[in-house]
């Protein structure tokens, strides 16, 4: 439909940006990131789109002693690095492009939202959920609910009940 066929109510649209997609992941330990993750890719390799990957490392329990609390904190970067790296190498495979890296310190919640406010260039979020009898996940239940309001771009939730097979037919 062109823009003279348009209905003349709606608002006109934006004009075209030469920017790709970016699909926003969120890296965790749960088991149905990896569904979340695949999605985006697919998605984006299919639409010329590219992924990015938030892994947040959130604060420990232990605070009484600063030497330790510094120790615990170092090695838990050092594990999200990893993970994070070892992400980006699967999404290089599936897209032919490294994605988008963030580490952040904080609450995942929190600090997704606040990544969200900062960066323009994020187009869709996708978040897998949990199909279990134990809800979606902490995440999606925030995000769906009490801070919903707060996202400024499409959520996508890619249940963990679907196959790779089906995930591919859908995107």
Known sequence: ????????????????????????AVVDESAEMNLALYYACLRARRTG???????????????????????????????????????????????????ILYLRDGNRRDELLALLDEDPSISILVLAASTSGSGPGPLVSALTGKFLSRLRVPLTLVPDNLTEEELASIT
Do not use: C, Y
């Not at 348009?6 to 649209?13: H, K, Q, T, V």
């Not at 990015?52 to 609390?69: D, K, N, T, Y």
């Open 1 to 24: 439909m062109s823009e003279t066929e348009r209905d003349p109510a709606l608002p006109p649209l934006p004009p075209a940006t030469d920017q790709p997609r970016i699909f926003l």
């Open 49 to 99: 789109g590219r992924v990015a990957l938030l892994q947040v490392i959130e604060p420990g329990e232990f605070q009484h002693w600063m030497s330790v609390g510094n120790l615990m904190r170092d090695e838990a970067r050092q594990e999200a690095e990893k993970r994070l790296q070892r992400w980006a190498g699967e999404v290089q495979k599936l897209t032919n492009q490294m994605p």
